[in-house]
């Protein structure tokens, strides 16, 4: 992989996430799936390691982890107490 298409892969990693969020925020769960499942495609190119990126290239990539953690965290924030009632 080049840098430019790591930071495509995290760039679009990143969109779908915030699509996640927004999913999850609405209650679409059918939506959350879907894009769930097109994320973890999206991730696939990175099984085998991604090559060290150097300056900006290096400053975006970890801008846009910091993007996926938050947007993780914002499903994580609705699903996890919706999870608890189904096991409660």
């Keep these: 992989m080049t840098s430019t298409e790591v930071l495509s ?7 779908l996430t915030g699509k996640m969020a927004v ?5 679409d769960w059918n939506g959350l799936d879907r894009l769930e499942n097109q ?3 999206a991730a696939v190119p ?6 060290k990126l150097e ?7 970890i801008d846009l982890l910091r993007q996926i953690l938050a947007n993780d965290r914002a499903v994580r924030d609705v ?4 999870m608890g009632q189904l096991n409660g």
């Design 39 to 41: 994320c973890a495609a």
């Design 46 to 51: 990175a099984i085998g390691g991604v090559p």
């Design 79 to 82: 699903t996890e107490p919706w």
């Design 55 to 61: 300056g900006s290239a290096r400053q975006r990539k």
């Design 23 to 27: 999913a999850a925020q609405m209650g």
């Design 9 to 15: 892969m995290y760039e679009n990693i990143a969109g």
